[in-house]
């Protein structure tokens, strides 16, 4: 059974930085994809950003292309999300999840605001406040 453990989140003023955390154990095969999502208080969860496994492909959401950088670390089985020049909007709990669909089979599905993954962590909260 996939376990993701997400750390990192806290409090951080505009235009500040965080790097969030996501820690897998359990079996997480090359054909699995990595993707972090958020939930803002009283909005719907979206997605944020994701990654193939096998690759290292990346996808960004328009609101944070530029500013966020999703990246792996095979050898750790954890992937990170470095989140710099942060807003007050960027302000949600931040969730990783696995799929074993492919990259470009998640991207298309986000396109249709389809979010189901196979596995999720529990979160970590992100608060960007001055």
């Known amino acids: 059974q996939v376990q993701l453990v997400e750390s990192g989140g806290g409090l951080v003023r505009p235009g500040g930085s965080l790097r969030l955390s996501c820690a897998a154990s359990?079996?997480?095969?090359?054909?699995?994809?990595i993707g972090w999502f958020r939930q803002a208080p009283g909005k719907a969860r979206e997605g944020v950003s994701c990654?193939?496994?096998?690759?290292?492909?990346?996808y960004y959401v328009d609101s944070v292309k530029g500013r966020f950088t999703i990246s792996r670390d095979n050898a750790k089985n954890t992937v990170y999300l470095q989140m710099n020049s942060l807003k007050p909007e960027d302000t949600a709990v931040y969730y990783c999840?696995?799929?074993?669909?492919?990259?470009?089979?998640?991207?298309?599905?986000w396109g249709y605001g389809a979010y189901g993954m196979d596995h999720w962590g529990k979160g970590t909260l992100v608060t960007v406040s001055s």
């Open positions: 999840a696995a799929d074993r669909g492919s990259l470009s089979t998640i991207r298309s599905l």
């Open positions: 990654i193939s496994w096998r690759n290292g492909s990346t």
């Open positions: 359990g079996f997480i095969s090359t054909d699995y994809t």
